[in-house]
């Protein structure tokens, strides 16, 4: 059988932990940053966890050797 190939969109927005969670970075932090506050664009610039229920689906799907 020949090796499943990832998704590479998803790939390269989205990497895993060492615990093996699902970490990708925060939209709306790219332009029009005037209008929104201080504390939101602060809390934007870290990265998020996505969701045992979703990192599942993504694990399968589109990272199967993530």
């Not at 090796?3 to 969670?21: D, E, L, N, P, V």
């Not at 709306?28 to 934007?44: E, F, S």
């Amino acid at each position: 059988m020949p090796k499943m190939k990832s998704k590479r969109s998803a790939a390269k927005r989205m990497s895993f932990t060492g615990s093996g969670k699902v970490k990708y970075k925060k939209m709306n932090l790219r332009h029009i940053l005037t209008k929104k506050a201080q504390k939101r664009k602060r809390q934007l610039r870290s990265s998020g966890i996505l969701s045992s229920a979703d990192s599942a689906k993504v694990r399968k799907q589109l990272l199967p050797y993530g």
